[in-house]
């Protein structure tokens, strides 16, 4: 089901791509073609709903920018609370006003997973506000079974795309030009 709606909606291109980990790709997943159709978010969150109901939690997080739209739509359809981290000054965190307490369970929601950076970021916030983590999930990891978390790891799609560090990227040393999609402020050109 989703490597239609990544077919459908054309949401994995192929190029020279900078992500947000800071490793380069020849192919990248774009997450807002998918987002761009409300009906496939509601397609992928149903699928996730199902996989999460044997959780026992009172959160849904989600990392901005991709992780957003699909904590929220989890959220709503499993009438639980949301919230969403963010970048300030390079740093994740809590975006200011939302309500969460100590003891508080919650769900990670994230779109696509290459090295689980972002995810363990998000995971140190909540542990230092006293949140109990039951889980992480996403649409895609494309990390080739690389990124390890302490907690149940569900994923839709699993994808091995390779990724290289700059140095060693074959992408570059053909002088392909190195685009840089998406809006995370943790990748640099």
Known sequence: MLEKILL????LMKGHYLLTSGKHSEFY???????????YVETICAILVKKLKKYDFDIVVGPAYG????AYEI????????VFTQRKDEK????????INTGDKAIIVEDIVTTGGSIKEVIDV????????????????RSNDTAKFDYDFISLLN???????????????????LTKPGASDKAKL
Do not use: W
């Open 29 to 39: 997943v774009e997450k807002i073609k998918i987002i761009n159709h409300p009906k």
């Open 159 to 177: 994808m091995n795309i390779e990724s290289f560090s700059p140095e060693e990227c074959p992408l570059c040393q053909k002088g392909i030009p």
């Open 67 to 70: 992780g957003i739209v699909l």
């Open 8 to 11: 459908e909606t054309k949401a």
């Open 75 to 82: 959220a709503r359809r499993m009438g639980k609370k949301f």
């Open 126 to 141: 909540l542990k230092q506000q006293g949140i109990d983590i039951q889980a992480v999930c996403c649409i895609v990891d």
């Open 92 to 99: 994740m965190t809590i975006r200011s006003g939302f309500e």
